[in-house]
C-alpha cells in the first residue's frame, strides 16, 4: 500500500504524461467533466460520475481499422500508452465486462491493442455520485474489486494508493508515492470501503427482476409499453459503459484506395438487426427493449464478469438519460410490478 499527498497529485500526472498520454476528470464550458487529455488548468478532483464512461477509450465514437489500396491490407492498430486516471469502480467493472466480451469468443485485435496499451486508476467513490447510482446492487463499486491497476481513496489531505498490478506498481516508481504501513492502512481502507458500501442504496427488485427474466417470466406486453414509449434516440446504449454494439462501412478515399470504418450503433435502432432479405427478428420496439435488457440481466451472467453479477455495472446513466424514462432503474421495476 502506498500514499500519496494531494498536493502532489498535479506533480505525478505531470510526470506520468512524460511517458504516457494520461486522460483525466477535466473542466469543460458549463462545468461538464470531460475526460480528457492531463491539462493542470483545468483538472479538477471535485467531480461525480461522467455523463459519458471512458468506453470511446477501447471503442473510439468512429475509428478506421484499416485500410486497402494496390499493396493490400493495412490494419490501423492504435498503440498508444494511456493512463486512464480517476475513473470510477462502475466504470472499471464496465471495461473488463467489454474487453470479456470483445477479446473472449472473437479477438477483436484492434479493441485488444488498446487493452493492453491502456493502464487504469480508479478513483474509489466514498458514496453515491448521484441518486441514481446502485453499483452495490450489481456488485460492481463503489470500490473495484479487480482489474485496476492502482486504486486511489480519497481520505482528506492524502490518498491511500492500492496497487493492483506490477504495472501499477511501476507507475508509483516517481516522487510523490511512499509506503505506508499495511496494516493501519489497510484498517483506513477498510472502514472507507464499509461506509461507502453501506451510503449506496440498493434495489430490492433487482434480483427478483432477474430471475423473471431467466424464466421467461416477463409478459411481451410490458415491453411492447416500453416500446411505445421509447423515441429510439440510442443514447441508453451510447452512454452505458457495457454497451459495444457497432457498425462498419466501407469507402473509397482515393483512386485504388479504401477504409473500413467502424462507429457506435445502437441494438435499438430499428435497422441495427434487418436483414438482407427484408426481415428484421427484432420487428418492433418492444422486442428491441426487451433484447437490450435481456442482454443486461440475464445473458452473460455467467460470463468471467470479475465478481459484477450481470452486465449492467449499476452506473445508472440510462436512468439519468433517458428522456422517456425507460433505464434499467425503471425497468426492473416495472418487471416485478408487472
Ligand atoms: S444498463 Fe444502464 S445502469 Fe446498467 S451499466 Fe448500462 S447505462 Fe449503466
Ligand atoms: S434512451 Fe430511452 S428513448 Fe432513447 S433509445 Fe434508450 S430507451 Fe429509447
Known sequence: MKTLAKKDLAKVLNGWSRDYTVLCPNKKAHNEIMFDVFDEQRFTLDYTKPSMPPKSSFLPHSETVFMVDDNGYHPVIQETKTILFGIRACDMTGILQSKSFMTTDTDDVFYRSRWENTLTVVMACAGPQNETCFCTTTNSGPYARKGYDLQFYDVGESFLVEVGSETGSKLTIIEGFSDIDDSEALDKMHSFQQEADQSIERIPEFAQAMDRLANNGVSDDLWERFGNKCIVCGG??????????????????????????????????????????????????????????????RYFNDRDTHGALCTCVGCGRCSDYCPVHIGTIEVVKAIVKD
Do not use: M
Request: net charge positive.
Open 236 to 297: 441508453c446504449t451510447f452512454v452505458c459503459p457495457t454497451c459495444t454494439c457497432f457498425n462498419v462501412v466501407d469507402r473509397q478515399t482515393a483512386d485504388q484506395e479504401g477504409e473500413r470504418i467502424r462507429t457506435w450503433d445502437a441494438c435499438l435502432y430499428t435497422g441495427f438487426t434487418k436483414e438482407a432479405s427484408g426481415h428484421n427478428p427484432r420487428s418492433s420496439q418492444g422486442l428491441r427493449l426487451k433484447r437490450r435488457h435481456e442482454h443486461k440481466l
